[in-house]
């Protein structure tokens, strides 16, 4: 016990030693967790949508205003021709243009209908897909203002019958995206600082040749692995609460559950992503091999983890490969608990998987180590 | 000098898939000796000495080291050896005091015994000015020094030294053969591995190691008049030649 | 000039020789094309939702049986009463709950209003919204649909064409996102940690004592990476075209002339990341840990910038990975030339003076 405590000590000692690097563990996370939360949305904003008028009329102008009016496109100077908003798509000035015909107001009153065309930059194909949505919503509000003012001029008493869709935002009325991310954010900067150092620090004493010294004496392979990794642990923690601290003051983000619960997962989840660096740790022979193998591994975990983009939107198959995603319980837990208010019940299968894990790979990294050759 | 065997190995083989760095070796040490471990580069001398301290498994033979044997008593083993690597092998990020604190934390002193300590090699060693500077500051005889008193840390029994004064001055060498004697004076068994010939007259006994085997095992007395040469640096190109 | 290629050959041993890490380099853009093309995308579709028909009449039911057709939700779960609610949210397990109200039919015929409360949790805002929305059009069309089966009202209809990507693939979007990202990534860090392992081994002072000339050096040591990134670049497009048809509309010699101006633009950031750093721990950690997270969420990877409050699209303008996004999607999908993309091109060229200009400045300062 005691030799632990000394090698926590000397652990702790170096860490706090290399200044630079000691920056770095602290900026480089409060740092991204303040500017990239507010980047992170998926909202679709500020359309720049374009149109070719080929008709001038007081209904298409009608029309145009209605996209004017709407928060969610801005609407850039008008073209004479749809060879012209085309280039201007090209040169990625305008993401749609709306072409609406020379006898569009004609059509409306003789046919009863007409049509425009709307061409959407597609490259993005979900962003096109809730453009498109966009649009049809405006043209079907201008629909009905129509065929409004044309009941009213023929006479027709009848109104409209209309199915209201009602939304309500539980847990984030104001539909915040920061409220969804910085959560999410906040573990994937835990994870990736404490997968990179734990991966990294015994390597460095094996390139730096202290590793050798320490197999020479007699300490004992957990002793060495339990006071290697409780600094990163503490370490781990301490952005945690640093970051917890931001999101409330800076974001605004509810903690509706029990911190007690947050802290507790979070220490569980540090023992797996330690064990995690430490089994890579032992594989490598180079500062360099650990941290692209960390590096490959925090990618693709971030990926399928459910932040960016939803894991019930991918096939069956990656779903379940997302199982083994640690950073996928992660998250789903933090935004559950502080979001949501969930208990312990809620988040009891989260929890079990994580501590499941944790033990497997802690086991395996033990059993890894070995101090003879 | 008594003749209770510290150091006994029997047939002592590693082999790396088909090659074989040490070959079957057997050699005895003795309480007290300063035993000198020698070799050309490559001649299997680290890896034989890597499997007596424990960090090395034999793929056949035995060895007994400090009354254990080192395949299956390895930690007892290491508790009573000292070892001092090529590269000195301590924290440069931290200073002299907190590499004696941690080495002797680790080999069971208690806090006291490492107070101690720390007063007592830095008034040997007379790095009073230098004493919380980050050994990395440290010039390289000092840290030679250091690495050595630290290896004694916890008084074991024998203490290992793989080369440990390769790149110093040869007043520094000097110093550092005076502090060996000192030790081996005081009934520490010293096995020190080396290149420099010069060296090997200040041993005890020596071995002489050439691809895998021991070519040679005697004093520096004994060796020289059996080879017929002055010194021991001739002993060895002889035995190099010979194997050409 | 034999002494450099000397010295270019002994990096490129230093390389190939370490298998891990050439897997990884090789490894780590293919399983992000295969996983982006196969397994992620943006796109909202499943949800899962609960429906509560309080009616249970034929106008409810010919709603829902429309939600249920829709590929977009996934109608499996039941709710029984209202107060299940929060327990179900809670759980995680529903994103969201239709209700229909009481005499749903009824109060269309009288009161001519209807109403459907679409309970979303909001938690993922762009899920809610998204589930919101769509609830909204699929109802409007199968309102529009009524109305023009009793009737012919006035009306416009919405033609709309694709442009780029007709099919809508959301991996065109994304494999241009990936190759940025790998190469930003790959070119920062390895250029970064190989000069500073040379000097944390000692070797650079002897490469400085060398007649090798400081950027000879420097160019040295750079050299195999862009190799190694063009090897990236062209298998992420190889794959992006067989495995997902991703075309190349464009010039293939302005997205080569390009995308080499990209990666010398990388390997700069990591040639300045490496006169900032003393040890091979810190140039990792700053252009792994610094770069990542910055560069996947500010670049338009996979967050569209319009998008983003104003002072974050002033920040994404420094990020190079950017700007590039823009001129590989330009050239592959659009099919533009240079006159279309010169402003993006001349603005990284300025990026990578800039990163070179600084690091010879701060390598001055060092010398000093």
């Given at each position: 016990?005691?030799?632990?405590?000394?090698?926590?000590?000397?652990?702790?000692?170096?860490?706090?030693?290399?200044?630079?690097?000691?920056?770095?563990?602290?900026?480089?996370?409060?740092?991204?967790?303040?500017?990239?939360?507010?980047?992170?949305?998926?909202?679709?904003?500020?359309?720049?949508?374009?149109?070719?008028?080929?008709?001038?009329?007081?209904?298409?102008?009608?029309?145009?205003?209605?996209?004017?009016?709407?928060?969610?496109?801005?609407?850039?100077?008008?073209?004479?021709?749809?060879?012209?908003?085309?280039?201007?798509?090209?040169?990625?000035?305008?993401?749609?243009?709306?072409?609406?015909?020379?006898?569009?107001?004609?059509?409306?009153?003789?046919?009863?209908?007409?049509?425009?065309?709307?061409?959407?930059?597609?490259?993005?194909?979900?962003?096109?897909?809730?453009?498109?949505?966009?649009?049809?919503?405006?043209?079907?509000?201008?629909?009905?203002?129509?065929?409004?003012?044309?009941?009213?001029?023929?006479?027709?008493?009848?109104?409209?019958?209309?199915?209201?869709?009602?939304?309500?935002?539980?847990?984030?009325?104001?539909?915040?995206?920061?409220?969804?991310?910085?959560?999410?954010?906040?573990?994937?900067?835990?994870?990736?600082?404490?997968?990179?150092?734990?991966?990294?620090?015994?390597?460095?004493?094996?390139?730096?040749?202290?590793?050798?010294?320490?197999?020479?004496?007699?300490?004992?392979?957990?002793?060495?692995?339990?006071?290697?990794?409780?600094?990163?642990?503490?370490?781990?923690?301490?952005?945690?609460?640093?970051?917890?601290?931001?999101?409330?003051?800076?974001?605004?983000?509810?903690?509706?559950?029990?911190?007690?619960?947050?802290?507790?997962?979070?220490?569980?989840?540090?023992?797996?992503?330690?064990?995690?660096?430490?089994?890579?740790?032992?594989?490598?022979?180079?500062?360099?091999?650990?941290?692209?193998?960390?590096?490959?591994?925090?990618?693709?975990?971030?990926?399928?983890?459910?932040?960016?983009?939803?894991?019930?939107?991918?096939?069956?198959?990656?779903?379940?490969?997302?199982?083994?995603?640690?950073?996928?319980?992660?998250?789903?837990?933090?935004?559950?608990?502080?979001?949501?208010?969930?208990?312990?019940?809620?988040?009891?299968?989260?929890?079990?998987?994580?501590?499941?894990?944790?033990?497997?790979?802690?086991?395996?990294?033990?059993?890894?180590?070995?101090?003879?050759? | 000098?008594?003749?209770?065997?510290?150091?006994?190995?029997?047939?002592?083989?590693?082999?790396?898939?088909?090659?074989?760095?040490?070959?079957?070796?057997?050699?005895?040490?003795?309480?007290?000796?300063?035993?000198?471990?020698?070799?050309?580069?490559?001649?299997?001398?680290?890896?034989?000495?890597?499997?007596?301290?424990?960090?090395?498994?034999?793929?056949?033979?035995?060895?007994?080291?400090?009354?254990?044997?080192?395949?299956?008593?390895?930690?007892?083993?290491?508790?009573?050896?000292?070892?001092?690597?090529?590269?000195?092998?301590?924290?440069?990020?931290?200073?002299?005091?907190?590499?004696?604190?941690?080495?002797?934390?680790?080999?069971?002193?208690?806090?006291?015994?490492?107070?101690?300590?720390?007063?007592?090699?830095?008034?040997?060693?007379?790095?009073?000015?230098?004493?919380?500077?980050?050994?990395?500051?440290?010039?390289?005889?000092?840290?030679?020094?250091?690495?050595?008193?630290?290896?004694?840390?916890?008084?074991?029994?024998?203490?290992?030294?793989?080369?440990?004064?390769?790149?110093?001055?040869?007043?520094?060498?000097?110093?550092?053969?005076?502090?060996?004697?000192?030790?081996?004076?005081?009934?520490?068994?010293?096995?020190?591995?080396?290149?420099?010939?010069?060296?090997?007259?200040?041993?005890?006994?020596?071995?002489?190691?050439?691809?895998?085997?021991?070519?040679?095992?005697?004093?520096?007395?004994?060796?020289?008049?059996?080879?017929?040469?002055?010194?021991?640096?001739?002993?060895?190109?002889?035995?190099?030649?010979?194997?050409? | 000039?034999?002494?450099?290629?000397?010295?270019?050959?002994?990096?490129?041993?230093?390389?190939?020789?370490?298998?891990?890490?050439?897997?990884?380099?090789?490894?780590?853009?293919?399983?992000?094309?295969?996983?982006?093309?196969?397994?992620?995308?943006?796109?909202?579709?499943?949800?899962?939702?609960?429906?509560?028909?309080?009616?249970?009449?034929?106008?409810?039911?010919?709603?829902?049986?429309?939600?249920?057709?829709?590929?977009?939700?996934?109608?499996?779960?039941?709710?029984?009463?209202?107060?299940?609610?929060?327990?179900?949210?809670?759980?995680?397990?529903?994103?969201?709950?239709?209700?229909?109200?009481?005499?749903?039919?009824?109060?269309?015929?009288?009161?001519?209003?209807?109403?459907?409360?679409?309970?979303?949790?909001?938690?993922?805002?762009?899920?809610?919204?998204?589930?919101?929305?769509?609830?909204?059009?699929?109802?409007?069309?199968?309102?529009?649909?009524?109305?023009?089966?009793?009737?012919?009202?006035?009306?416009?209809?919405?033609?709309?064409?694709?442009?780029?990507?007709?099919?809508?693939?959301?991996?065109?979007?994304?494999?241009?996102?990936?190759?940025?990202?790998?190469?930003?990534?790959?070119?920062a860090m390895m250029t970064s940690i190989s000069i500073t392992r040379e000097k944390?081994?000692?070797?650079m002072?002897?490469?400085?004592?060398?007649?090798?000339?400081?950027?000879?050096?420097i160019?040295?040591k750079v050299?195999?990476?862009?190799?190694?990134?063009?090897?990236?670049?062209?298998?992420?497009?190889?794959?992006?075209?067989?495995?997902?048809?991703?075309?190349?509309?464009?010039?293939?010699?302005?997205?080569?002339?390009?995308?080499?101006?990209?990666?010398?633009?990388?390997l700069s950031l990591g040639i300045l990341i490496s006169t900032v750093s003393n040890s091979q721990?810190t140039a990792?950690?700053l252009s792994?840990?610094?770069?990542?997270?910055?560069?996947?969420?500010?670049?338009?990877?996979?967050?569209?910038?319009?998008?983003?409050?104003?002072?974050?699209?002033?920040?994404?303008?420094?990020?190079?990975?950017?700007?590039?996004?823009?001129?590989?999607?330009?050239?592959?999908?659009?099919?533009?030339?240079?006159?279309?993309?010169?402003?993006?091109?001349?603005?990284?060229?300025?990026?990578?003076?800039?990163?070179?200009?600084?690091s010879?400045?701060k390598y001055?300062?060092?010398?000093?």
């Amino acid at each position: 016990m005691k030799t632990i405590l000394f090698i926590i000590q000397k652990e702790f000692k170096q860490i706090f030693r290399d200044k630079s690097m000691l920056q770095l563990i602290f900026i480089l996370p409060i740092l991204q967790l303040l500017i990239l939360s507010n980047a992170a949305t998926f909202d679709v904003k500020n359309i720049a949508i374009t149109f070719v008028d080929n008709d001038q009329s007081r209904e298409s102008r009608d029309l145009i205003n209605a996209f004017k009016a709407s928060t969610y496109f801005k609407v850039t100077a008008p073209y004479f021709s749809e060879k012209e908003a085309v280039e201007e798509m090209q040169k990625g000035k305008t993401d749609i243009i709306v072409n609406i015909p020379i006898h569009f107001n004609r059509d409306l009153q003789k046919d009863q209908k007409t049509s425009i065309l709307v061409s959407i930059n597609a490259i993005d194909a979900a962003t096109a897909g809730v453009e498109n949505v966009y649009v049809t919503q405006i043209i079907n509000t201008y629909n009905q203002n129509i065929q409004m003012q044309s009941n009213y001029f023929s006479g027709n008493k009848e109104i409209p019958q209309n199915i209201m869709v009602i939304p309500s935002f539980w847990y984030n009325k104001t539909l915040n995206y920061k409220t969804f991310m910085v959560p999410g954010i906040l573990v994937l900067l835990v994870t990736m600082l404490t997968l990179f150092l734990s991966s990294m620090n015994i390597v460095r004493e094996k390139e730096l040749g202290t590793l050798e010294q320490i197999n020479v004496t007699p300490i004992k392979k957990y002793q060495f692995i339990i006071g290697k990794l409780f600094p990163f642990w503490v370490l781990g923690l301490v952005i945690l609460t640093v970051g917890l601290v931001i999101s409330k003051v800076f974001f605004n983000v509810p903690m509706l559950g029990n911190i007690f619960l947050v802290y507790g997962f979070t220490s569980v989840y540090l023992l797996l992503i330690l064990g995690f660096g430490l089994y890579i740790s032992n594989h490598t022979e180079t500062q360099q091999q650990a941290m692209f193998i960390a590096w490959f591994f925090i990618v693709i975990f971030i990926l399928m983890s459910g932040l960016f983009t939803p894991i019930e939107s991918m096939p069956k198959w990656a779903q379940s490969l997302t199982l083994l995603n640690p950073i996928r319980y992660f998250v789903e837990f933090i935004r559950m608990v502080l979001l949501k208010g969930a208990g312990l019940k809620e988040v009891l299968p989260n929890l079990a998987v994580i501590l499941i894990f944790a033990i497997l790979i802690n086991g395996l990294a033990v059993w890894s180590y070995k101090k003879t050759n | 000098m008594e003749r209770e065997k510290i150091i006994s190995v029997k047939n002592l083989t590693k082999e790396f898939g088909h090659f074989t760095a040490v070959k079957g070796i057997s050699f005895d040490v003795y309480k007290g000796e300063i035993f000198g471990f020698l070799g050309a580069n490559g001649a299997g001398k680290t890896t034989a000495m890597k499997m007596l301290i424990g960090i090395s498994n034999p793929t056949s033979g035995e060895a007994n080291v400090a009354g254990f044997d080192v395949h299956s008593q390895a930690d007892m083993v290491k508790k009573s050896i000292g070892y001092m690597s090529q590269k000195f092998s301590m924290y440069d990020d931290l200073t002299i005091k907190e590499n004696i604190t941690f080495f002797g934390g680790i080999y069971g002193l208690s806090r006291i015994q490492i107070r101690q300590k720390i007063a007592q090699l830095i008034e040997e060693l007379e790095l009073q000015e230098v004493a919380n500077n980050l050994v990395g500051s440290l010039p390289l005889g000092w840290k030679q020094k250091l690495s050595f008193s630290v290896a004694l840390l916890h008084e074991p029994k024998i203490v290992f030294l793989d080369e440990p004064t390769g790149g110093v001055d040869p007043i520094t060498r000097r110093q550092f053969w005076e502090m060996i004697y000192t030790q081996a004076y005081k009934g520490t068994t010293i096995f020190v591995t080396t290149h420099y010939m010069d060296e090997a007259e200040y041993c005890d006994r020596v071995s002489i190691m050439v691809d895998g085997s021991i070519e040679a095992l005697d004093t520096p007395k004994n060796l020289k008049q059996q080879f017929k040469v002055d010194s021991m640096n001739d002993v060895f190109l002889k035995l190099a030649r010979n194997i050409e | 000039m034999k002494r450099f290629i000397g010295f270019v050959k002994k990096e490129f041993y230093h390389i190939f020789r370490d298998k891990r890490s050439l897997f990884i380099l090789f490894g780590m853009p293919i399983a992000q094309i295969l996983l982006f093309g196969f397994a992620i995308t943006n796109e909202i579709n499943n949800v899962d939702i609960a429906i509560l028909d309080q009616s249970n009449d034929i106008e409810t039911q010919k709603i829902i049986y429309k939600i249920k057709a829709s590929p977009y939700f996934n109608v499996e779960n039941q709710i029984e009463k209202e107060s299940d609610i929060e327990s179900e949210f809670k759980k995680g397990k529903i994103k969201a709950v239709l209700i229909f109200e009481p005499n749903f039919s009824k109060n269309l015929e009288t009161k001519k209003v209807a109403v459907v409360q679409a309970i979303t949790d909001a938690t993922e805002p762009n899920v809610a919204n998204t589930i919101a929305n769509y609830t909204s059009a699929i109802i409007q069309n199968y309102q529009s649909q009524k109305k023009q089966s009793n009737s012919n009202p006035v009306r416009v209809e919405v033609q709309s064409r694709m442009f780029y990507n007709p099919e809508l693939k959301s991996v065109f979007n994304f494999v241009p996102g990936v190759m940025t990202v790998i190469l930003m990534l790959v070119s920062a860090m390895m250029t970064s940690i190989s000069i500073t392992r040379e000097k944390e081994l000692g070797t650079m002072e002897i490469l400085l004592v060398s007649p090798l000339k400081p950027f000879q050096v420097i160019i040295g040591k750079v050299f195999p990476y862009i190799f190694l990134s063009i090897i990236n670049a062209i298998v992420i497009l190889t794959l992006g075209y067989f495995v997902f048809k991703m075309p190349i509309n464009g010039s293939i010699f302005l997205l080569a002339f390009e995308s080499i101006l990209f990666i010398i633009s990388a390997l700069s950031l990591g040639i300045l990341i490496s006169t900032v750093s003393n040890s091979q721990q810190t140039a990792m950690m700053l252009s792994l840990m610094g770069l990542m997270l910055p560069v996947i969420i500010l670049s338009g990877f996979i967050f569209p910038i319009n998008s983003m409050p104003l002072p974050m699209q002033v920040i994404s303008n420094i990020i190079p990975a950017k700007w590039f996004i823009i001129i590989v999607k330009a050239i592959m999908l659009k099919g533009v030339g240079i006159q279309y993309i010169w402003k993006e091109t001349l603005i990284l060229i300025g990026m990578t003076v800039f990163f070179i200009t600084l690091s010879i400045k701060k390598y001055k300062i060092r010398l000093e």
